[in-house]
């Protein structure tokens, strides 16, 4: 396999050697917040968030800027923020990008630089919400494994949105990303698994891929139906590098998460690697279709979302790296 030495040059200028912590509130399973306060205010530049009343499903603004929308779902209230960018063209991609367990949807954009990349790449930004945690209106969680099933409906939730933003906006179908991080990234991957028919794409920071419970059998998600790309990345300071176990559930390491993705889009058994700074880079050869599969090892990084300032790692550049130019095949 021909490894593109301008992709990993690239990766090169997102590399800082600034690094720093992040909590993990984490329990058992898969509930990880993280550690970034409410996000209650204002949004980060000042203009208050425009929010459309609950319905059926509202009718998403075309006009440039952020807007949080609620509707009903599987018989609970969701909350969603659309950032749209100054110049939309027709056709153009979505992603959508799910917060850490505890954390809530405005964050995502208050935290990290999606909207400013957003405008970047042309793309249509969407930010996530869980459902509240027990007794804690500020906290949001995520339904990601399939061992730990809540019952609550998120898999439909997220495709309501992808599919009604894309089609209302008239976004490109076959450019549908979606990322997350911690809690959010194991429904990532869950999503990417249960409906990779709506996805071309799919990056997370910090995810668990299977779970084992009470030393029983590892369960994965479903077998996705169709091709997608998929990233996987975690810091060598981040307990679900190597497996975390919490309490009686074991998950995954990084390795055999990664390998799950490779064996089910038949990707080659030996990935090529390749080290830019502090990212090691495993790419599979041979996948279904042309795919990317990818794990990145990014060194001194915690359990995190990383950003330049906070942990020398530009990791939202990273993630709007690894999705553009890619199409559901």
């Avoid at 949004?43 to 009343?53: M, N, Q």
């Avoid at 059926?56 to 609620?70: C, L, M, Q």
């Avoid at 001194?300 to 790296?321: M, R, S, V, Y």
Wanted: charged share 20%; glycine share 14%.
């Amino acid at each position: 396999m021909k490894v593109s030495l301008g992709i990993f040059v690239a990766a090169l200028a997102l590399v800082g050697c600034g690094k720093g912590k992040s909590a993990d509130s984490n329990t058992k399973g898969d509930t990880s917040g993280d550690g970034s306060g409410d996000g209650s205010g204002d949004s980060s530049d000042g203009t208050p968030d425009a929010v459309v009343s609950p319905g059926d499903f509202p009718v998403i603004s075309n006009a440039p800027g952020r807007v949080e929308y609620t509707f009903e779902h599987d018989g609970l209230s969701r909350v969603f923020l659309v950032y749209v960018p100054d110049s939309l063209a027709p056709s153009a991609p979505l992603m959508m990008a799910l917060h850490g367990g505890g954390g809530k949807a405005k964050q995502t954009f208050d935290q990290h630089p999606v909207e400013e990349l957003a405008e970047k790449f042309g793309v249509v930004a969407v930010a996530a919400q869980g459902t509240p945690k027990d007794g804690e209106e500020n906290s949001f969680d995520w339904n990601g494994q399939v061992s730990l099933d809540s019952g609550v409906d998120d898999v439909g939730y997220l495709a309501r949105i992808l599919e009604e933003v894309t089609a209302q906006l008239g976004l490109d179908p076959k450019r549908r990303y979606l990322a997350g991080f911690s809690g959010g990234a194991s429904m990532t991957i869950r999503m990417g698994a249960e409906r990779s028919d709506l996805l071309t794409a799919i990056a997370t920071f910090a995810g668990k891929v299977g779970l084992s419970e009470a030393g029983g059998p590892i369960v994965y998600p479903p077998v996705p139906t169709t091709p997608l790309s998929v990233q996987l990345l975690y810091g060598t300071d981040d307990p679900n590098l190597e497996g975390e176990l919490k309490g009686d559930v074991q998950a995954t390491s990084a390795r055999a998460g990664i390998e799950w993705w490779a064996s089910q889009l038949g990707c080659g058994a030996a990935p090529a690697n390749i080290s830019v700074g502090t990212l090691s880079f495993d790419t599979y050869p041979d996948c279904d279709q042309g795919v990317a599969v990818r794990l990145v090892v990014a060194e001194g990084i915690p359990h995190a979302w990383p950003e330049e300032d906070t942990h020398g790692l530009a990791g939202t550049k990273l993630l709007f790296e690894f999705f553009d130019g890619k199409t559901k095949p």
